[in-house]
C-alpha cells in the first residue's frame, strides 16, 4: 500500500529538511552526505535521496513528509517520492542567482503530479534577498497561467511552514 | 420581444435583497418582461416593499393611498388582507413564486402602459438617466471612493491630498505609496474616502522622482485590500455584478493581507471561478461576506471575468474520504 505523504521539493538549501523538521513528529531521517561540488560554499551536506518525517493522527494513520532530493541529477528520485503524494509544496531559496527559473524547472518536472493533486510555493531567505518579490513570483504564475498560493516564509519557522500547508489542505478540499 | 423593467424594494434585508438581484436573472428568458433592480423608485416599473415591516406596512399603504402608477407588491408571510391591486410575494423569498408574481407585474405594468400612461418611463432600453448608476452599483453608489479613482487608473501616479494638506503619491503601476506624515491608517481611510474630501491630480512618471524625493516607499497593497474591505459593507463595487463570473488571476499574499479563514477557501475557490451565488452556497457563507472579499480582490485587479459558466455546486463528485482526512490532518497539526 502506497503511504500518503506531503512531498517537499525545491533547489538545494531552500529548506526543505528544516520545513519538514519543523512538523514533523521525530527528527527527519535525512540521507545526507557532504557536498563536494559548487553547492559546498552554500550548504555543508546535501540530501541525496530524500528526507522523511512522519505525523501520527489520532486514528493511528501515518503521514509521511519527504523532502526529494534539490539537485536535478537525482530526478529519478522524484518520480518514486511522488507516488501517493497528497500535494507538492516547493520551496524556493531566494538568494539563490535565478529563484524563478528555479521554480520553472520543478514547476515543469513536477507537471503531472500538480496536475492530480496542487501545489503551494513557499520562498524562503527573502529577508535576506527581497528580489525577486513575491509580486514577481506571482507575476510570472500569471504568465504560466497558473495560480498557486505563494508566500514568503521562514522554514524554521513552525507557523510559517503550517501556513503553507493549511493552503494547501484547502485548494485540495475546494478543488 | 420583452421588455426591459426595474424593480425598486423597500425595507428589504440586506440578504433578501442580494437573493433577490439574482433571482431577477431568471426573468431574463421570460417572453413578456426581463426584470432589473434599481435604487431610483420613480423610474421603476414595480414597488417591492417589506410588507412585515411597520414601515414597510405604512409605506405600502402610502403608496396605495397616492395611487402609484407603478405595479404594488407586498412581500408578506400573510397571504390576504392586501388592497386588490397590491400583488402578493410570500415569505420567504423563493424564485418559484417571485418569477411569476414579476411576470404578472410586468403584464400589468405593459398593459397599463399601452393605455398611453406614462410610456416608456420605466423602460431602460431608453437612454439612462444622467444620475442613474446600474443596480449592480452597490456602496459605492453616488459615492465615488479614492480607491476607485486609483483603480481607474491602474498605471498612473495620482497624488491625493487631504485636507489638512498633507499628499500622498500613489505609483499605481508598482503599487506603492509615498508619504511623509501619513500612518498607515490614515492611507486607509484617505483610500475610503469620497473625492469630494480629497484634491486628485495625475503626475507625470518622468516627475514621479522628484515628487516622491523626501518620501519612503510603502507597499500599497495591504492598506488598499483593508480600504476596500471597510467600505465594501456587503455591497458591490460599480462594475461588478452578482451573476458574472469571476476568477483570481493571481493568489493574494494573504500572509500580508490578513489571515481570514474565510478569505483562503474564498481565494481556493476563486482560482476555479463562479459566481457570488455559488461561493456563497458552496461554503456555506451570507453573501455580503462574499462580496466584501471580491470588492477586495478586484481593488487589487486579481479579478477578471471568466466566460465558462459557473459549476452548479456539488456537481463534482465528492470525495468524502479524503474530506475526512484532511480535517484529521488539520486536526493533528492545530490548523
Not at chain 2, 418611463?121 to 438617466?129: K, T
Not at chain 2, 498612473?156 to 505609496?177: N, Q, W
Amino acid at each position: 500500500m502506497k503511504q500518503i505523504k506531503f512531498i517537499f521539493t525545491g533547489p538545494p538549501g531552500a529548506g526543505k529538511t528544516t520545513a519538514i523538521a519543523t512538523i514533523s513528529e521525530f527528527p527527519p531521517v535525512s540521507t545526507d552526505v557532504f557536498s563536494t561540488d559548487g553547492l559546498a560554499k552554500v550548504k555543508e551536506k546535501t540530501t541525496v535521496a530524500m528526507d522523511f518525517g512522519q505525523i501520527t493522527l489520532d486514528n493511528g494513520q501515518k503521514i509521511g513528509l519527504y523532502g526529494t532530493p534539490g539537485q536535478k541529477r537525482f530526478k529519478f528520485m522524484w518520480e518514486i517520492l511522488v507516488q501517493g503524494g497528497l500535494g507538492l509544496i516547493v520551496l524556493v531559496d531566494n538568494r539563490r542567482p535565478e529563484p524563478l527559473k528555479d521554480l520553472e524547472m520543478y514547476l515543469d518536472n513536477f507537471a503531472d503530479f500538480i496536475n492530480e493533486t496542487d501545489a503551494v510555493i513557499g520562498v524562503t531567505c527573502s529577508d535576506i534577498k527581497d528580489t525577486p518579490s513575491i509580486d514577481d513570483y506571482q507575476e510570472f504564475l500569471q504568465k504560466r497561467g497558473q495560480v498557486f498560493p505563494t508566500f514568503a516564509i521562514d522554514a524554521r519557522n513552525k507557523d510559517d511552514v503550517l501556513f503553507l500547508l493549511n493552503a494547501l489542505l484547502t485548494c485540495l478540499e475546494l478543488s | 420581444m420583452p421588455q426591459r423593467l426595474r424593480l425598486f424594494t423597500s425595507y428589504l434585508s440586506r440578504s433578501n435583497e442580494l437573493t433577490l438581484k439574482v433571482f431577477l436573472e431568471l426573468t431574463k428568458a421570460d417572453e413578456v418582461a426581463s426584470w432589473e433592480h434599481t435604487n431610483n423608485p420613480e423610474t421603476a416599473a414595480a414597488l417591492l416593499v417589506d410588507a412585515d415591516s411597520e414601515e414597510g406596512r405604512l409605506q405600502l399603504k402610502g403608496w396605495v393611498r397616492e395611487n402609484k402608477r407603478q405595479v404594488l407588491i407586498a412581500f408578506s408571510g400573510r397571504a390576504d388582507g392586501f388592497p386588490e391591486n397590491v400583488l402578493v410575494l410570500p415569505r420567504p423569498l423563493r424564485s418559484a413564486e417571485l418569477v411569476p408574481v414579476l411576470r404578472r407585474a410586468g403584464e400589468q405594468f405593459l398593459s397599463s402602459s399601452q393605455e398611453g400612461k406614462e410610456r416608456g418611463l420605466a423602460q431602460i432600453s431608453q437612454p439612462s438617466l444622467p444620475d442613474e448608476k446600474p443596480d449592480i452599483v452597490g456602496a459605492s453608489a453616488g459615492v465615488r471612493r479614492v480607491l476607485e479613482v486609483l483603480y481607474a487608473n491602474q498605471h498612473k501616479v495620482i497624488k491625493a491630498t487631504d485636507r489638512l494638506g498633507r499628499p500622498v503619491v500613489f505609483d499605481m503601476e508598482h503599487r506603492r505609496y509615498y508619504t511623509a506624515n501619513l500612518v498607515r491608517m490614515e492611507i486607509e481611510d484617505l483610500l475610503a474616502s469620497p473625492v469630494e474630501n480629497i484634491q486628485i491630480e495625475k503626475v507625470n512618471h518622468d516627475q514621479l522622482a522628484k515628487t516622491v524625493q523626501n518620501f519612503k516607499a510603502q507597499d500599497l497593497d495591504a492598506p488598499l485590500w483593508t480600504a476596500a474591505l471597510a467600505i465594501s459593507a456587503g455591497q458591490l463595487f460599480d462594475g461588478l455584478s452578482l451573476t458574472e463570473s469571476y476568477r483570481l488571476n493571481r493568489w493574494p499574499d494573504l500572509k500580508k493581507l490578513g489571515q481570514d479563514p474565510l478569505h483562503l477557501k474564498l481565494t481556493a475557490l476563486l482560482r476555479r471561478g463562479g459566481n457570488i451565488g455559488y461561493f456563497a452556497d458552496h461554503l456555506k457563507v451570507p453573501v455580503e461576506d462574499v462580496v466584501d472579499f471580491i470588492n477586495a480582490c478586484r481593488t487589487l485587479s486579481y479579478l477578471e471575468s471568466q466566460e465558462k459558466p459557473t459549476p452548479a455546486p456539488g456537481q463534482k463528485p465528492s470525495n468524502t474520504g479524503k474530506r475526512s482526512l484532511f480535517s484529521r490532518i488539520r486536526s493533528r497539526l492545530g490548523i
